[in-house]
Structure formats: C-alpha cells, structure tokens
C-alpha cells in the first residue's frame, strides 16, 4: 500500500496533477488505458501461441497424411511389380520372350510413371528389357540377390543410367517362381520420383509452407518449392536431385527417430516453424514447414486491428474522462464557491438541484449537506442578527440608562458633597474654637460621622465607577516614598489614637522613582493600611515595599505587603472578603464600621495596575495583605538623586526604641545612607550603650529615640543623657506617635534637637539629621522647620476670586481664610467671575463648576478667552467640583483649570492649594 501511495505521489509530483480536475482526467484515462493494454498483452500472447499451435496442429497433420500417402504409393507400385510375376506370359514354363516384351511394352504405354520394367532370368541376365538390349548380367545389383532369395526388393532413391540416366528413380523388384515355386526370376521395375513429388507439391501452401522428403544422410528427396528462388538468388547451383543437403534443428531432431515440431531456420536460412516425422518404413524424413513471417501474419493483422480499436477506444474514453472529470469537479467547484462565499458572508448561495442530481451520490450528499447547512446558518445568522438587534437595542438601552445612572451618580454626589462641604468645614471651624469638654465630644462625634459619609460615598462611588469601567489609570512620574509616605501619614492619626506603631519601610535598592497612578497606589494603600488600623487593637501595622520580580519588558513589580497584629479573618471568610459588600462581622452589632466595598474596590485596581492581591491570617493573631502592581521606571537622575547622601556617611547612629519593625526601618535606612547604626529595645539598654561607648572614646553621633516605650519612656532617656555629663554632649533626635505640643515643649527642655513624628518619613529624617549634626540641608526636603516656612509664606497675601453659589461654602472658604492675610473677592456665578476678573488682577481664582446663570465650565473658557486677547499671564484657576468622576477631572482641564479639589474641601487641602497655585506670586 504504501508502495502505492509512493508511486501515486511520484506521478502526481512528475505530472503536476494538482487540480481535482487534471487528476481526474488522468486516472480517468489511466482506468481505461491499464486494462486495454493488460487485455491487449493477454490476448497477444494467447493469439500467438494459438497461431503457433494451429500451424503446428496442421503441419503435423499434413505429414500424416503424407506419411500414409507414400507408404499406399509404395504398397501399390510393389503390388503392380508383383502382379506382373503372375502374368500367364511370365508364368509360362518356357516364357514366351517377344510376348513378355509386348506385354510390358503395353504396360509402359498405358501410363507413364514406371520409368522402364524388365524380366531377369534366375541367373541374373535380362531376358526382356523395352529400354535396352537384353542379355545384360545384372546379377551384382541388390535387387536381384533379395529377389532371388524370394523377397521383393524396394531401393532407396537411385539416380538412374543409361536411359534415365540423371532422373531420380526408385527400383521395385518382385521373384518370379515356377510351379513347383522354384525362383526363376525376377520383375525389377524402376519408378520415376514424379508421383511422390506431386504427393508432395500437394502440400505446397501459401506463400512458403512446403512439405518435403529427406534421406537419411540428409538429402533432400523431393524437389524443393523453392529451388528457381535459391538458383536464383545463388543459393544453389546444381539442381539435380540428392544434391540439397537439409541440416536443419527438424532434421536433426527426426534422424533420432523422433516426430515433433520445432522453431528453426531452414535450408534456406529463413525462420521456420516445423513439423517433423521419420518414415520407419523408408528410413525417410518427412518435414513440412512454413515461414515464421507467414505464420505471424494473421496474428499481426489481428494485432493491428486491436490496436486500431485500442487506439480508438482511447480516444474516445479521453473526452469520457473529461465529462467524468467535468461531472465530479463542477459541483465540488460549487461547492468552493459556496464556501467561499460564506466565509465572505454570503449566506444565501446553495448548489443547483440540477447540478446535484446529475452528481455520483457521495458528492450529491455533500451537496445536499452543504445546502442544508448554508440554510441552517442563514436561519441561524438570521435569528442572531435579530438577537443581536435586539441585544444592540438592549444595550443601547441600558447605556442610556448607565449614562442617565451616571448622571444621577454625578448629581447625587454633587447634591451630597456640597452640603456635607459645609458640614464638615463647619466641624473643622468649630473644633479649632474653645469648646467646652462636652461640646468637644459632640463636635468630634459629628466630624467623625461626616467623615464616615464622606468615605461611604467615596466607595459608593468608585464601585459603581467599577461596575461601569469607568476607572482609568493615569501614567505620571512620582516618588514612592512620598506617596507612600504621605499616606501613611495621614493614616498615623488614626494609629496613634488607637496606639499603635505604624511603620512604612522601603526595602533599600528599591526604585522610587515610579511612572504609574500614583493616585490609584494612594488609594490602596490607604485602604489596606486603613483596615489594618480599624481591625488592630494594640500592637502593630508595618507597610513594606519591596522590589518583586524582574520583567521582561523592561517594566516593574513591586511588592507591598500590609502586616498587623489586630483581630485576624477567619479562615472560611479570607476568600470572600474581597468581593463587593462582604464583612466578616456583617451583624447589626458590628464593632467596625465600613461598607464592605474597600477592598473590592482595591483588588480591582490592583488588577488594573498589572497586579493580584492574596491575604493570609490567624485569628486573633493578625492578618498580612500583599499585592503587586506593576510600573514603569522613571528616570535615572531621579533615581540617582535619591540615592545620593553623603552627609550621613559614617556617622555613629545608636536607635533606642522597643519596636522591633521601626529599629529595623531606622537601621536599613541609615545603613543605607551610610551611617554605622547600633540598636537597643529599652531605654536602661540605651543608656548602658551610650556609656560603653563613651568609656570606650567612641562615642555615638547621634540617637534616634523612641518617645513612646514601656518602663522608662523617651524622655526620660532624654533626661538621663542631659544629666550625664560625659554622654549629654550626643545629639539625640526624638521619635514620636503624637505631635503634642506638650511633647515639643518637653524636648525642647530636655535639649533634644530634633522632633519627628512616626512613622517617619524618610526625606524628613534624612534632612532632620543633617540639620541636627549641622550639615548641609537638601533642597526639598520637608521638616518642622519647612512647616514653619510654610506658614511664614502662607501669610504672604495673595489676592483670591472665589466663585461659588452655594452660601455655605462662600461662608466656609471665607471662614477658612479669615485668619489668613489672603484677599478675598467673591462671584456666586460664572457670569459675574468673568465680568470681575476682566475688571482686577486676581492671583488665583477658584471656580466651583456647577452653578447658575453661566456654569464654571464656560466661566473658565471665556476667562482664558479674555487672557489670550489681552496678551496677559495665565491666572491660576482651580476647580471646585463636587462630582469626583474622571471625566469632570478631565472636563476642567479642558476648560482651561489648572487643577481641581473634589468638595468637600478640607481647610488645610485649601491653604495647600493656595500656597501650591498661587507660588510665581509667594516667590
Ligand atoms: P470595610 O473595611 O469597609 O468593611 P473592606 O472591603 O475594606 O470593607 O473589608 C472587608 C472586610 O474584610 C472587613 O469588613 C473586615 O471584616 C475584613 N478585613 C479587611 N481588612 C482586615 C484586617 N486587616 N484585619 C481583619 N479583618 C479585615
């Protein structure tokens, strides 16, 4: 088979049948070519051996009758010889020689095949002979001694003398004897060769079959047929007979006394087919023969009829295979085109009926199957098209109502923002006047119950942000650590309320310089950290960042893990509690508040940040939430610029704090910058180091103290150094959980140089250093001291339009900046702005975006406008928009806004505004 398939292969390769169609066509013509000429073959074959046959059949029947022929002619001449010893003449006692002679006179006379006929005495002499004179002594010749022994005698073929001298004869003598059958003499009688050769002439047929006499020595007898030929073309001389020797394959095969036929070339040296017997009676040969090409030639005409027909046959089944061809291929070719057409969409092509019906069944059904099918699939695209109308319709619909829900989100918040800005300003106001003990607690209570709405609609709000995909992420160049440290900041009010440490660490070599959705990273991180705070009673919340694996395209994983020590999340409740709405504590007694949506929302823009998020946790014990988000670099120098501290470098640095998470932040990080940083867990351990190392003339440079710490707190230690004398010389730096004013005072007493509140920021222990032991200060770098600034340069006034419809925040920003030296000039819609601002000089207007008569939109628009024809410097504007969607963002900033602050807007967020957008002024 596989030989098959090869040889298959190879044609179709050789022949470049690659189109059904030419395959067709040749097999076609192959299936009717391959058994025409095997029967062809066949047939030759069996043709030629039945010729073959037939002519051998024939001539061994010919020579049969031959054979018996000459054995009669033989018997009847001897018969006549013998019938002549009876003659009365011849019987007579005393024969009567003239009567003798009369008779056999007469007998030669009435016919002519007896040459000559004598009568010889018992001694031998001839007593009558018509030819010759008697009395010739021929008692040496054989006849006459097997006569006298009273046999008859037949010679061999003699060539006669005397009177047939040179004609072939052959002897018959029979005895003659008297009464008493005493041999007396004998009747010799030589016979002419005529009648043997007419016997054999018979059997001359066609063109070249001959039948003909060979002695024993392997002359020929007969006369050959072809004697005039071979004496004409030279083959012979001498025509006389016994002359033609024959010493032919037939000859040779007779001789042995054999009958057969053969194949062979003649006498004459043609090819010969012939049959062959030796005449036991004679000691003759008889052949009879004929020529290969005459034999072959009926077998050749046949041939060359069949082969007409043959050729005939082909050319006619070439355009059978054609139309075969043609038959098979013009569906399949449909077909193609039908699937074609398909796969352009065209559904509605199908194969004629009349083209099916015409077809072989195998292809009819895949026609058929085809038509049914290109009808299911047109029903089918129908009814999807239908479905897909409808659905396009569907959608669309709920588009509609996804943008009108949008809408109503948008409004909702602006409806809800706006007054809770004023609830909560207010709050803020209220709470920095003197407020008796109770009024304190209302005011908190009320403040911590609008903060909590405000949350509550922040996460309203991002989750149905996530359910409609509208959240997009940002790619800006930020700093990490201040992100991250920023954050934690605010998040520390709430730990050290509840005190407990919290703590960011940045593993060192980890790239801060990010370009990402510093916004988004916020927003986790305050989630997560802001958890771990809610659900950690005592103990504490480490924020650590780390570098993650390395990507391939060149981008960034870092990785942040939340760790705390608070309540734990039951094993059977991890993997639900990010999905939307799900609290392991859901009761109505719940000690934690929340919507269940924080974490949610997270792990959906964790996601979005290239990232996951997993959770482990022990009840009781605390919980550990780590992601990954992914990044692209910033730029080098930046990152170079973080790095670069040399001022810190090799300073002696000893860290006295209980907490084991903020020794080892402080000590990588100075490590990092190059300091050689000792650590103790306890004030007495402190002291004793500082002792050691001051008895040992090594003394440390600096102490970073823990203000908060069991048995002998900060200040104490502080207190103990100022009164040692031989260590009051170190600088010591203080660390704390609260800012209390209380707390500043006491270090200042206490002589210690420099206050930082944890968790500490890198940028601000790194320039509180250098400030204490005396060095240089960095650019940009935020302390006490910055803050101071800061509020120096706020008191620069700077000249502010405010419009704002609502009359409760006109009285709130009004209120936030009544103990500022800043001008305040208001608009209550956008209309009166432009008109204003086309009248002075504003530093920096702020522009609440939805109001009446002229919205802040067009308000901004036509002030930059203005701007532009005037040729003036561009004015700060800042929106104030109550709807906290991304699109309003960018809605402002096409406008022409600077920047925007989602209501409701905290006081120090205002004054940071002002002090941000209003700096060409400050500077
Ligand atoms: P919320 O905090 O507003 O309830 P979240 O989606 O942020 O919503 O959190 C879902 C729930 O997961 C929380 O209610 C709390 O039961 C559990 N949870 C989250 N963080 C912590 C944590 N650090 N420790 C213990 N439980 C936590």
């Given at each position: 088979m596989q030989i098959l398939d090869r040889l298959y292969n190879y044609v179709n390769y050789l022949l470049k049948l690659n189109t059904l169609k030419s395959q067709l066509r040749f097999w076609g013509f192959m299936l009717v070519l391959l058994p025409c000429v095997s029967l062809m073959l066949v047939?030759?074959?069996?043709?030629?051996?039945?010729?073959?046959?037939?002519?051998?059949?024939?001539?061994?029947?010919?020579?049969?009758?031959?054979?018996?022929?000459?054995?009669?002619?033989?018997?009847?001449?001897?018969?006549?010889?013998?019938?002549?010893?009876?003659?009365?003449?011849?019987?007579?006692?005393?024969?009567?020689?003239?009567?003798?002679?009369?008779?056999?006179?007469?007998?030669?006379?009435?016919?002519?095949?007896f040459f000559n006929v004598g009568y010889i005495n018992k001694d031998g002499i001839t007593i009558v002979n018509p030819l010759a004179a008697p009395g010739r002594d021929v008692s040496d010749r054989l006849y006459y001694h097997v006569a006298k022994q009273g046999k008859e005698y037949i010679s061999d073929v003699l060539i006669g003398r005397g009177a047939a001298a040179g004609q072939p004869v052959i002897v018959f003598s029979s005895p003659v004897f008297d009464e008493k059958g005493q041999f007396k003499g004998l009747i010799a009688g030589s016979v002419k060769l005529t009648t043997i050769d007419k016997i054999m002439q018979q059997f001359h047929f066609g063109r070249t079959g001959e039948t003909y006499l060979v002695n024993q020595d392997g002359l020929m007898i007969t006369e050959s047929r072809f004697t005039d030929q071979m004496v004409k073309t030279g083959v012979i001389k001498d025509t006389?007979?016994?002359?033609?020797?024959?010493?032919?394959?037939?000859?040779?095969?007779?001789?042995?006394?054999?009958?057969?036929?053969?194949?062979?070339?003649?006498?004459?040296?043609?090819?010969?087919?012939?049959?062959?017997?030796?005449?036991?009676?004679?000691?003759?040969?008889?052949?009879?023969?004929?020529?290969?090409?005459?034999?072959?030639?009926?077998?050749?005409?046949?041939?060359?009829?069949?082969?007409?027909?043959?050729?005939?046959?082909?050319?006619?089944?070439?355009?059978?295979?054609?139309?075969?061809?043609?038959r098979l291929e013009t569906p399949i070719r449909r077909l193609i085109a039908g699937a074609d057409a398909m796969r352009t969409g065209d559904y509605s092509y199908r194969v004629e009926q009349s083209l099916i019906d015409g077809s072989v069944s195998e292809i009819r059904d895949l026609c058929n199957i085809f038509n049914y099918m290109a009808e299911n699939i047109s029903t089918k695209t129908e009814t999807l098209n239908c479905a897909n109308q409808a659905l396009t319709e569907a959608r669309d619909t709920a588009l509609d109502a996804s943008v009108a829900k949008s809408q109503f989100l948008a409004n909702m918040s602006h409806e809800i923002r706006t007054p809770l800005n004023a609830i909560l300003g207010m709050g803020d106001l209220l709470w920095d006047t003197s407020l008796t003990t109770e009024q304190e607690k209302y005011?908190?209570?009320?403040?911590?119950?609008?903060?909590?709405?405000?949350?509550?609609?922040?996460?309203?709000?991002?989750?149905?942000?996530?359910?409609?995909?509208?959240?997009?992420?940002?790619?800006?160049?930020?700093?990490?650590?201040?992100?991250?440290?920023?954050?934690?900041?605010?998040?520390?009010?709430?730990?050290?309320?509840?005190?407990?440490?919290?703590?960011?660490?940045?593993?060192?070599?980890?790239?801060?310089?990010?370009?990402?959705?510093?916004?988004?990273?916020?927003?986790?991180?305050?989630?997560?950290?802001?958890?771990?705070?809610?659900?950690?009673?005592?103990?504490?919340?480490?924020?650590?960042?780390?570098?993650?694996?390395?990507?391939?395209?060149?981008?960034?994983?870092?990785?942040?893990?939340?760790?705390?020590?608070?309540?734990?999340?039951?094993?059977?409740?991890?993997?639900?509690?990010?999905?939307?709405?799900?609290?392991?504590?859901?009761?109505?007694?719940?000690?934690?508040?929340?919507?269940?949506?924080?974490?949610?929302?997270?792990?959906?823009?964790?996601?979005?940040?290239?990232?996951?998020?997993?959770?482990?946790?022990?009840?009781?014990?605390?919980?550990?939430?780590?992601?990954?988000?992914?990044f692209d670099r910033g730029s080098e120098q930046a990152r170079a610029g973080q790095l670069s501290i040399d001022c810190i470098k090799d300073q002696k640095v000893l860290i006295i704090d209980d907490n084991a998470t903020n020794r080892l932040?402080?000590?990588?990080?100075?490590?990092?910058?190059?300091?050689?940083?000792?650590?103790?867990?306890?004030?007495?351990?402190?002291?004793?180091?500082?002792?050691?190392?001051?008895?040992?003339?090594?003394?440390?440079?600096?102490?970073?103290?823990?203000?908060?710490?069991?048995?002998?707190?900060?200040?104490?230690?502080?207190?103990?150094?100022?009164?040692?004398?031989?260590?009051?010389?170190?600088?010591?730096?203080?660390?704390?959980?609260?800012?209390?004013?209380?707390?500043?005072?006491?270090?200042?007493e206490l002589g210690i140089a420099g206050y930082l509140v944890k968790p500490v920021k890198r940028s601000e222990l790194r320039q509180s250093i250098l400030n204490v032991l005396g060095r240089c200060q960095l650019p940009g770098a935020s302390t006490l001291h910055d803050q101071q600034m800061t509020d120096e340069r706020q008191q620069i006034p700077v000249k502010i339009l405010l419009v704002e419809d609502s009359v409760d925040n006109r009285l709130l920003i009004e209120s936030y900046l009544k103990k500022t030296s800043h001008q305040l000039d208001m608009a209550v819609n956008g209309e009166i702005a432009v008109a204003k601002f086309k009248l002075s000089r504003y530093d920096l207007v702020f522009m609440d975006m939805q109001m009446p008569v002229m919205d802040g939109y067009q308000a901004t628009k036509a002030i930059r406008n203005w701007e532009r024809e005037q040729g003036l410097e561009r004015t700060p504007i800042v929106a104030l928009t109550a709807y906290a969607l991304q699109e309003d963002t960018a809605k402002t900033r096409e406008m022409g806004c600077d920047a925007h602050l989602t209501k409701p807007i905290k006081k120090s967020v205002l004054l940071e505004a002002i002090a941000r957008y209003a700096g060409g002024k400050q500077t």
């Open positions: 047939f030759t074959y069996y043709e030629l051996q039945n010729t073959k046959r037939e002519k051998i059949d024939n001539l061994q029947l010919m020579i049969t009758m031959q054979h018996a022929t000459i054995d009669k002619w033989f018997n009847e001449r001897s018969s006549v010889i013998r019938d002549m010893t009876n003659w009365p003449v011849i019987k007579a006692q005393e024969p009567d020689i003239a009567a003798i002679n009369d008779r056999i006179q007469q007998f030669l006379q009435s016919q002519d095949e006389s007979r016994l002359n033609l020797s024959i010493n032919t394959e037939a000859f040779r095969l007779a001789r042995q006394g054999q009958a057969g036929y053969a194949a062979y070339t003649d006498y004459r040296g043609h090819e010969v087919l012939g049959a062959y017997r030796w005449l036991n009676s004679r000691n003759w040969i008889i052949i009879g023969e004929v020529e290969q090409t005459e034999i072959l030639e009926p077998f050749y005409r046949e041939i060359g009829i069949m082969f007409v027909c043959f050729l005939t046959l082909m050319a006619a089944s070439l355009p059978l295979s054609m139309v075969l061809a043609n005011v908190r209570v009320s403040r911590s119950a609008g903060e909590n709405l405000l949350n509550l609609i922040n996460d309203i709000l991002d989750i149905s942000k996530v359910e409609a995909g509208h959240f997009s992420l940002d790619k800006v160049e930020f700093d990490l650590t201040d992100i991250v440290e920023k954050t934690c900041e605010i998040l520390a009010l709430r730990a050290h309320e509840k005190d407990i440490e919290l703590s960011q660490y940045i593993a060192p070599g980890t790239p801060v310089n990010l370009v990402g959705d510093p916004a988004r990273l916020r927003q986790i991180i305050t989630n997560l950290v802001g958890n771990a705070v809610k659900f950690t009673e005592s103990g504490e919340v480490v924020l650590e960042i780390k570098e993650g694996l390395q990507l391939q395209d060149g981008r960034l994983e870092l990785s942040f893990i939340v760790r705390d020590t608070g309540i734990g999340i039951p094993l059977d409740k991890l993997d639900h509690i990010f999905e939307r709405f799900t609290q392991v504590d859901a009761s109505d007694t719940r000690k934690y508040g929340g919507t269940g949506l924080g974490l949610a929302i997270s792990k959906h823009l964790i996601e979005m940040l290239g990232g996951s998020i997993w959770v482990e946790s022990t009840l009781g014990a605390g919980s550990i939430f780590s992601f990954t988000a992914l932040i402080l000590r990588e990080t100075l490590t990092a910058w190059g300091a050689q940083v000792d650590e103790v867990s306890s004030g007495q351990a402190g002291l004793a180091q500082l002792e050691l190392a001051s008895a040992n003339d090594t003394p440390y440079s600096l102490v970073l103290l823990d203000g908060c710490m069991p048995e002998m707190d900060g200040f104490e230690v502080a207190a103990h150094i100022k009164a040692a004398p031989h260590i009051a010389g170190t600088t010591v730096m203080m660390l704390t959980s609260n800012a209390r004013s209380g707390n500043i005072q006491r270090c200042t």
